[in-house]
Each structure stands twice: as structure tokens, then as C-alpha cells.
């Protein structure tokens, strides 16, 4: 609107200065050439040419805002957590391995020390009542609770019940324990093979024996202390 607006006032004063000259006194100036309308639009487009070279050269250009490219995200690898770990304790043949619990018989341990009473191959008379004494460690970290059980694991048990600990024994502390017994008819060398086990019927430790002699000697002997 303003472009056209400057043209028409170009044109104005271009007639009007035509108009001047030809309107002039008796001194008449020598004819200046004047300019035809076609050279007055001519001159005028140029000029509205060269505003607009000038507008475009001032104004300002629209650059695009840089956009960001977010950055890729990786998902986290997997930990490979493994297999989970195998819990339980050495049984004796037949006797299945548990895991889980607080405690396990892994934890548990017996060691045997000496024979309290009836010495290896001691001789008996058929039916002789004796009682066979042990002395034996908890080698374990655990303690042996009440109600775990000493019982037979092989060989002849001569009568004998599992024996049911009454308390429990402490991890270090040793232990004396005692099963009666009776010999047998048979006359030969017999052996009884006795092993702890927890309430639940998981043997532990090390397995120990009595072993006697039946018929030959001079008779029946009693239970002795054996240092």
C-alpha cells in the first residue's frame, strides 16, 4: 500500500513540474527534454524495484529453530542372576537332602572322641544288659537342639531304641551319650552302627559303633569305664 502511494506522488510531481515549464513568462528558458510517460513509469517502477531490493536487504530472514534430536535410549541389560544355590548337609544312603530353613544340616557336625564304656571286641554271654557309652563333640556351628535323635544306622541294634537328647548342646561343647543295650543269642563278633540325626530324620557327623564278642571268655562283662 505505501509502494503505491510513493508512485502516485512521483507521477504527481512529474506532471507538475510539466506544467511549470509550459506555463512559463514571455522569457521563455531554453526547452529542457521532458520526460514522456512511459519514461515517468519506467522511472517509477525502478524506483519501487529498488524499495524492494532494500526492504528484502533489511528485513530479516526466518532461520528455522534448530530442532533437537533426542537422544536414543537403550534399555538396561538383564542381570544374569545364576543358579540359585544348593543347600543341605552329607546323609547317609537313602536318606534325601532338604534345602531351605533357617537351619540346615549343613551347619551341624559331630566328631567322635572315645569310648566311655564296652571297649572294641569285649566279650559277653548271650542276653547280658549293657549300656554302651560315647563321648562325642558338636563340631558344627549349630547347636543340637532338643529332640534331635542318636539311633541306629547299621548292623545288629541289640535291642536298643533311638535315644532323643533331652537338651540341646551347644556348637564346641562335647557330649556323652549313652544307649542300653542287650547282647545278642548269637554267639560271634556283633556291631551296632549308631549316627545323630536332626527332629527331622537328617543324619550328620561321624558314624560310630560298638562292637563285642558273644559266647567265647569267661563270661559276662560289665559296662567299665574306658579311658
Not at 2 to 23: D, E, H, N, P, W
Not at 108 to 131: C, E, K, R, W
Request: charged share 5%; net charge neutral; proline share 6%.
Amino acid at each position: 500500500m505505501l509502494k503505491t502511494r510513493l508512485i502516485k506522488v512521483q507521477l504527481l510531481l512529474a506532471l507538475g513540474a510539466l506544467l511549470i515549464a509550459s506555463c512559463g513568462g514571455g522569457n521563455v528558458p531554453e526547452a529542457t527534454p521532458t520526460a514522456g510517460v512511459d519514461q515517468i513509469q519506467t522511472a517509477a517502477v525502478s524506483t519501487f524495484a529498488s524499495g524492494l531490493t532494500l526492504t528484502a536487504i533489511v528485513a530479516p530472514t526466518n532461520t528455522p529453530a534448530v530442532t533437537e534430536t533426542p537422544i536414543a535410549t537403550f534399555a538396561p541389560l538383564s542381570t544374569n542372576t545364576g543358579t540359585a544355590p544348593l543347600t543341605g548337609g552329607l546323609t547317609t544312603p537313602g536318606v534325601p537332602v532338604t534345602s531351605g530353613g533357617a537351619a540346615t544340616t549343613s551347619c551341624y557336625g559331630l566328631t567322635f572322641v572315645s569310648d566311655m564304656t564296652i571297649p572294641d571286641n569285649t566279650q559277653m554271654q548271650a542276653g547280658h544288659n549293657f549300656t554302651k557309652t560315647w563321648k562325642v563333640q558338636n563340631s558344627g556351628s549349630c547347636a543340637w537342639d532338643a529332640g534331635f535323635k542318636f539311633q541306629n544306622t547299621g548292623g545288629n541294634s541289640m535291642g536298643a531304641s533311638a535315644v532323643t537328647l533331652p537338651a540341646s548342646v551347644a556348637a564346641g561343647a562335647t557330649y556323652e551319650v549313652s544307649v542300653p543295650m542287650t547282647a545278642p543269642s548269637t554267639s560271634g563278633t556283633v556291631r551296632s552302627n549308631w549316627r545323630m540325626s536332626t527332629g527331622t530324620g537328617q543324619f550328620f557327623g561321624d558314624e560310630v559303633y560298638v562292637q563285642i564278642v558273644v559266647g567265647s571268655g569267661s563270661g559276662a562283662v560289665t559296662a567299665t569305664t574306658y579311658p
